[in-house]
C-alpha cells in the first residue's frame, strides 16, 4: 500500500471534520442496514431459516433508511410467500400505501399482487425438452423455427415448432466423435440466413459462416482469421447488413463487434473482460447494441450495458449489485429486457429506454424465470429462452473399514445434512486428519463458481466453515481440489479475475487464491496440480499434441526449475503415495481399446502398468470419461504398499461400480466387497489417514435435460400473441 502524503493526510482529516455529525451517522447507519440486509438474505437463501430471516427484515424495516425499509419489507413479504402464509399480501399492500416514493419496491409489490406491469394474460410455454437439445441458436423473427447444432453429425440444423420436425443446413458426414461442427448460431431478420460459428478441432480454427434457411451444401465463409479462436454470432442487425459478435483471439482476449454482410469485414466496437459478454442484441431501431459484462476484474457479478453502433457512447443501462444479463429488448424499442437475482431469485426485467437512455426505474415481468438463456424474441413480442432441468441429489456417507481386509466394518452414516445444500461431493479427508472438507450447493447451480467448500472437523462433525472459492476466482475446477500437505490450504486449476490460468493455492481460513504457477502464452492449461507430500514440488499434467499426448511435469518450488517427468496418451488424474515415492496416474491404450493404471516412480525409472480394463466404449469414445469402463485411484494404504481403484461403468439410471486392493508389490489385484453408488469417476471414495475410515458420495440421478420455453403476453404496450 502506498503510503499517504502528510500534508494529503491532514487535509482528508480537515474534510472529514467539516462533515456534519448527522451525516456521518447517517452513512454509518445506511451501511450498517446494507449489511443487515445480506445477513438477512444469506439467512433465508443459505441457512434456509426463513422465519430467522424474517426476524432480520423486520429490524431493517424498522430503521429510518426508507429505501432499504421497503426493500426488506418485499423481501419479508417474500419468505411469507414461500412458507405459504397469507401475511405477505397485507405487507404487500402496506408497500404500496406507504412507501410510494421507493418505486422498485412498489413496482415488486404490484406486480406480486397480480396488478400494474404484470399482464394477467402472460403464458409460459415449454416448446422443447429433451437430454439432446441444443439450445445454442436462435428463434427465428416469425416464430417459425428454432436454429441448434445436431450434435449426432456437427450440422448446423432447424428446429420447426409447429410440425416439432428437423432438418440440417449442412452436411459434414461426420458420425461417432465429432471434431467439426457448428456451435452458436443467430437467424437473421428476414427469417433468409443464419449466421454461425464453425469450429475444427484438429486445428483449433474457427470461422464466421452464413448458411441459408432452405439447405445451403456450400455454405458462404464470411470471416475467417487465424488469430481468432471463436465466434459467438449474437444477433443481426434490422436491415441484415451486420452480424453482431463476440471474438474470442487466440491470446484469450475479447472483443465485441459487427461483420459487415456485404464484405466479410470485422468492426470491433470495444475490447471486454476476457470473460466477454452472455449476450448481445440489437436495437429494434438498430442504432445501439445491448450486452452484459462483468462488473470489475475482481468479481463475478455483471451489469448491463448499452453501445452506440458507432462505438462512441456507451451507457451503463443497468447498475446494480448482483447478476444482470442481457434478455433482448421489446420488438417496439421501449423496453430494454434483462434478468436478474437482485430480490434473492432469477426474474425477467423491463427498463424502460428511450433515445438510448433509461427512461425509469426496471419492472418485475416475471419472478423465478430461472438461469434462462435467451434465445430470441418474435417480432410479435413472445420471448424464447432455454434452461437446463435435473440434477444429481447427493450426500457424503461415513463408515468404518479394515483396509487390509477390505470391508466396511460398520453401518454407513450421512454426512450432517443442510437442507439447502442438496449436492454434496468430493469428500477430502485432510492429511493431519482433522478435517473432511467436501464440495456442496443448491440444486441447479453446480458451476464451480457457486459451490461451497464446507470445512467439518473430522471428531465432531461440526462445521468449522464454509469457503466461496468463487468469490476468489472466475473458474475453479472442483475435481482437481486438493489439500495442501500441511492441511492449511488447498491447490486447485483455476483462472483468476484477470484472466490467468494455472495452478491456485486457496487458505482454508480465508478462501483468498494466490497464483503457484501461471501458463504461459503458447502453453495448453496445465491440470491435477498437485503437491508432493513434503511440499516442496508440486506436478501437472498439460497435453502436448491436441486430444492426444499428455505429460507429467516436475516444478521445483524452492528454485522454479521445471522439467517434463513423463508422457502418455490421455493421461489424467494424479495420486501422490504417502510416502512421496509413487505417483499413480491414468492413461489410455488405443491400440486395445483399454483404460490403465501406471506407476510412476518419483526417483526416476520407467512406468509400471498396475491394472487394465478393456473400456467397453466405442474406440471414438476413448476421450469421454461419461462413456464406458473408467478407473481411478480411491486412496493409498498409509503404508504406501497398496491403493484401493475405483471402477465405474456409468448407465442412464444407476451407476456399477466396483472397489479394487492394488498391491504395489507384485501380487493380484484383489476386488472387494464394498459398494458404492456414484456416476462420477472424479468423484471417488477418499479413506482417512489412519486408515480406518471412508468417506464417500452416494448419489440419485435425476437426467438433466434442455427445455426450450416461451414467454408470451407480457409485454403490455403488446399484449400480443405470437
Keep these: 500500500m502506498k503510503k499517504i502524503n502528510a500534508v494529503v493526510f ?9 462533515l456534519p455529525l448527522t451525516f456521518l451517522a447517517q452513512a454509518q447507519n445506511n451501511n450498517r442496514a446494507e449489511v443487515q440486509f445480506q445477513a438477512a438474505q444469506h439467512k433465508a437463501f443459505v441457512d434456509g431459516d426463513l422465519k430467522g430471516a424474517i426476524e432480520q427484515y423486520k429490524q431493517i424495516a ?81 416464430g417459425r423455427y428454432l436454429s441448434y447444432t445436431d450434435w449426432d453429425s456437427g450440422d448446423l440444423a432447424l428446429h420447426e415448432i409447429a410440425t416439432g420436425t428437423d432438418r440440417r443446413l449442412t452436411d459434414t458426414g461426420q458420425k461417432g466423435t465429432v471434431t467439426v461442427y457448428a456451435e452458436g448460431s443467430a437467424i437473421s431478420r428476414d427469417g433468409k440466413q443464419v449466421a454461425y460459428n464453425w469450429y475444427d478441432e484438429n486445428t483449433n480454427k474457427a470461422e464466421l459462416r452464413l448458411a441459408s434457411l432452405s439447405g445451403d451444401p456450400n455454405p458462404r465463409r464470411l470471416y475467417d482469421n487465424p488469430d481468432i479462436a471463436w465466434f459467438t454470432p449474437y444477433d443481426w442487425s434490422p436491415d441484415g447488413k451486420w452480424v ?60 448491463v450495458f448499452v453501445l452506440a453502433i458507432d462505438g462512441t457512447r456507451e451507457t451503463p443501462a443497468i447498475v446494480h449489485r448482483g447478476q444482470d444479463f442481457m434478455m433482448g429488448w421489446s420488438p417496439d424499442g421501449k423496453r430494454l429486457l434483462f434478468r436478474s437475482d437482485r430480490t434473492g431469485s432469477m426474474g425477467l426485467w423491463g427498463l424502460p429506454f428511450a433515445d438510448g437512455k433509461p427512461q425509469g426505474v426496471p419492472e418485475l415481468i416475471k419472478a423465478d424465470i430461472g438461469p434462462a438463456g435467451p434465445l430470441g424474441l418474435t417480432s410479435s413480442g413472445a420471448l424464447y429462452y432455454a434452461i437446463t432441468t435435473g440434477d444429481f441429489p447427493s450426500n457424503i456417507q461415513l463408515a468404518s473399514i479394515d483396509f487390509d481386509a477390505g470391508k466396511i466394518i460398520s453401518s454407513a452414516t450421512d454426512v450432517l445434512p443442510q437442507e439447502y445444500l442438496k449436492f454434496k461431493v468430493l469428500p477430502l479427508w485432510s492429511p493431519d486428519g482433522k478435517y473432511l472438507a467436501y464440495a456442496s450447493g443448491p440444486l441447479g447451480r453446480r458451476g ?55 495452478a491456485f493455492e486457496v487458505d482454508a481460513q480465508t478462501g483468498d487464491a494466490s497464483p503457484i504457477r501461471l501458463d504461459q502464452p503458447g502453453e495448453s492449461s496445465l491440470s491435477y496440480p498437485t503437491w508432493s507430500p513434503d511440499g516442496k514440488s508440486l506436478y501437472f499434467l498439460r497435453e502436448i499434441s491436441r486430444g492426444n499426448v499428455s505429460a507429467l511435469f516436475h516444478l521445483d518450488l524452492a528454485s522454479g526449475k521445471e522439467r517434463e517427468v513423463f508422457r502418455r496418451a490421455w493421461l489424467s488424474g494424479l495420486d501422490f503415495s504417502p510416502d512421496g515415492q509413487s505417483i499413480v496416474t491414468r492413461s489410455v491404450d488405443r491400440s486395445t481399446n483399454s483404460r490403465i493404471l501406471l506407476l510412476i516412480p518419483v526417483a526416476g525409472g520407467e512406468p509400471r502398468e498396475l491394472m487394465r480394463e478393456a473400456s467397453e466404449a466405442a474406440p471414438g469414445a476413448l476421450t469421454n470419461g461419461n462413456r464406458g469402463q473408467w478407473l481411478a485411484v480411491a486412496h493409498w494404504a498409509p503404508d504406501s504398499g497398496s491403493f484401493l481403484a475405483y471402477k465405474i461403468r456409468p448407465a442412464a439410471d444407476r451407476p456399477n461400480s466396483e472397489v479394487w486392493r492394488i498391491p504395489i508389490g507384485g501380487d493380484e489385484p484383489r476386488k472387494l466387497d464394498v459398494k458404492l453408488n456414484s456416476f462420477n469417476i472424479n468423484d471417488r471414495p477418499r479413506v482417512h489417514p489412519d486408515g480406518r475410515r471412508i468417506a464417500y458420495t452416494v448419489a440419485e440421478r435425476v437426467p438433466r435435460t434442455n427445455e426450450v420455453w416461451v414467454l408470451e403476453n407480457f409485454l403490455p404496450a403488446l399484449n400480443a400473441k405470437k
Excluded at 10 to 18: K, P, R, T
Excluded at 99 to 120: D, S
Excluded at 268 to 280: E, I
Design 10 to 18: 491532514l487535509a482528508m482529516m480537515a474534510v472529514l471534520a467539516a
Design 62 to 142: 424498522s430503521g429510518r433508511d426508507r429505501a432499504m425499509a421497503a426493500k426488506a419489507l418485499v423481501a419479508m413479504a417474500e419468505c411469507y410467500e414461500k412458507l405459504g402464509d397469507g401475511e405477505s399480501r397485507t405487507i404487500y399492500e402496506r408497500v404500496l400505501r406507504e412507501y410510494g416514493e421507493q418505486k422498485e419496491a412498489v413496482t415488486l409489490a404490484r406486480a406480486k399482487l397480480g396488478g400494474g406491469a404484470q399482464p394477467r394474460r402472460q403464458t409460459n410455454t415449454l416448446v422443447l425438452s429433451g437430454p439432446n437439445v441444443d439450445s445454442g441458436g436462435r428463434v427465428s423473427p416469425d
Design 244 to 303: 453482431a459478435v463476440d471474438v474470442t483471439r487466440k491470446d484469450r482476449t475479447r472483443q465485441i463487434g459487427l461483420v459487415s454482410v456485404q464484405d466479410g469485414s470485422l468492426h470491433v466496437l470495444k475490447s471486454v473482460d476476457w470473460r466477454g459478454a452472455v449476450s448481445v442484441f440489437f436495437s429494434p431501431d438498430g442504432n445501439y447494441l445491448g450486452y452484459d459484462l462483468p462488473e470489475s476484474d475482481t468479481s463475478q457479478e455483471r451489469d
Design 448 to 502: 464451480p463458481w457457486s459451490a461451497i467448500f464446507v470445512i467439518r472437523s473430522a471428531e465432531t462433525g461440526q462445521v468449522v466453515r464454509e469457503l466461496q472459492v468463487g468469490q476468489k476466482l472466475s473458474y475453479f475446477s472442483t475435481i482437481g481440489f486438493s489439500w495442501a500437505p500441511d492441511s492449511r490450504s488447498f491447490l486447485t486449476q483455476g483462472i483468476d479475475f484477470k484472466g490467468r490460468s494455472g
